[in-house]
């Protein structure tokens, strides 16, 4: 066969075709109700020429594995992509390999997919111009495990979908987000190094979401965040580093969320918390050498801060059980007039501020007099 199109057009259900090392420059290939296997022999690319998707796909039981996939049209009106999924089921798209891409990977209304051991690069330059790297849409149990998606406009979306993981995956120097989550529900992320980008994770409307083991690193920018944390309830953030980033995390209207066993190091802001933020639970985390540890709004505290290690802390421990015997009070003074006045963040090393920041420790005044650790632990924790 001289096309690809040509040999599926030929296919029949349970098929495996073989595609031959070489360039085959063809869009808009069409796979409809058949459910064959795709493996590329050698890498061979497949070259849209940037005038259109490269692969349609609408069927069930069918995987495509070892292609690259190359060139694929952009447009304001159309969600061009590397790999097109739709209405589909029980699938595996694996190994392959997309570069110079709109969208990469696009799945919408499937469901027991996963997409595995992908590399998605491009060359985004602003955000309208450019598509995610994994868009998946209206979906169930989806698993995106170990791929590597970098230079898109997000690294990996998910928008109305639910029951799915996100896992071992690496998703660095794209223009927004390195994942996204928009109305999703009962999903889990863990083991993904977020790096570089706009911002590491963004997590809004939605909820009961475990965010476990994930790295959020090098996030920087004046509205840049490792996690912004956004009318989402009822989830838990565990064992999770967040380094070098402007504002670690970003929380607003968010409920009943547990972060516990998390490292904060060297960030702007560890933890900043805005309106609306009840019943959060902070246990057992490492809040190492950030400018500040938590920045708060308001005078009213509904949130729970016990047995933390906080570097700043400067309590003793007579009883020597390894809880500080004076209670640790995380927000400052400054932090409260940093958020009212940025350019006030210039004075941030000096002596007057440590001043102001004590005098606001022994008498509260407009910060939360209840936001306290009360059990601050006098050594770090090693999990």
Known sequence: MKTIQAAVDMARDGDILKIKSGT????????????????????????????GTAL?????????????????????????????????????????????????????????????????????????????????????KITVKNNQVIGLRDGIYLEFVNNSEVIDNLCKDNLRYGLHFMFSDHDLYKGNVFENNGAGVAVMYSKFIDMHNN??????????????????????????????????ISADN???????????????????????????????????????????????????????????????????????DVPFRPVSLFSYLVNKTPEAIVLLRSTFIDLLDFSEKVSPIFTPANLIDDQPLMKRIQW
Do not use: C
Request: hydrophobic share 35%; proline share 0%; aromatic share 12%.
């Open 215 to 248: 790295k959020f690193r090098k996030n920087w920018g004046s509205a840049s965040y490792g996690l912004l944390l956004k009318e989402i309830n009822d989830s838990e953030l565990r064992n999770n580093i967040f380094e070098d980033n402007t504002i670690a």
């Open 56 to 140: 349609s796909i609408r069927a069930e039981n069918f995987s495509v594995e070892g292609l690259k996939i190359i060139n694929v049209g952009r447009s304001h009106t159309s969600d061009f992509a590397g790999i097109l999924v739709s209405n589909s089921k029980n699938f595996e798209l694996k190994n392959n390999r997309l570069d110079k891409v709109f969208f990469g990977i696009l799945l919408e209304r499937a469901s027991e997919g996963i997409i595995l051991g992908n590399k998605i690069t491009s060359n985004a330059k602003s955000q309208s111009t450019s598509g995610n790297g994994v868009h998946i849409w209206k979906s169930e």
């Open 24 to 51: 085959y420059k063809e869009h808009d290939i069409s796979i409809i109700d058949k459910s064959i296997s795709i493996i590329g022999e050698g890498l061979p690319v497949i070259d849209a020429q940037m005038k």
């Open 254 to 324: 968010t409920n009943r969320i547990n972060y516990i066993e998390n490292n904060f190091r060297n960030n702007g802001y560890a933890v900043r918390i805005r309106g609306a933020v009840y019943d959060n639970n902070f246990q057992r985390n490492n809040f190492l050498y950030n400018s500040f540890d938590i920045a708060y709004t308001g005078k009213l505290n509904n949130n729970k801060f016990s047995h933390n290690y906080w570097s700043g802390y400067s309590g003793y421990d007579l009883d020597k059980n390894g809880i500080g």
